[in-house]
């Protein structure tokens, strides 16, 4: 089981996306601080402003959303989910690409992070 922390600029915007859009569930959610959403062994904490992880750093930095870290969702059908994807709104960052264990492309949350969506070989 893993757990991933994104910052986001707006926690409900966030919990729609990712149960809305990507399969994920609801596991808590403390206000506009925090959400903790699961699909599969993944846990996903989405942390608002007013979360403890969004304090500025003893250097001045910020943490904020956005780069280019990222986890992974497995799809079956990855053509099909962007094509839906793209029907409502959802921003990608490139086309569908071809690797050597399969095809992924690259999404935005409504922060700005990044979520891969990969399709594996068929084997």
């Keep these: 089981m893993a757990t991933v922390r994104y910052l986001v600029n707006d926690v409900d915007a966030s919990v729609a996306f990712y149960t809305g859009r990507l399969g994920f569930t609801v596991r808590q959610q403390f206000g506009q601080a925090i959400a903790i959403l699961g699909r599969g062994d993944l846990t996903l904490w989405v942390a608002g402003p007013n979360a403890s992880a969004a ?27 962007v094509e839906r994807l793209k029907a409502e709104g959802v921003r990608f960052r490139n086309d569908i690409v071809t690797g050597p264990g399969g095809t992924q492309i690259l999404c935005e949350d409504p922060s700005g992070n990044v979520v891969e969506l990969f399709q594996p070989e068929a084997k």
């Design 55 to 81: 304090r500025p750093m003893p250097d001045g930095r910020k943490p904020e959303p956005g780069g280019w870290n990222r986890f992974v969702v497995e799809v079956d059908d990855l053509a099909a989910m």
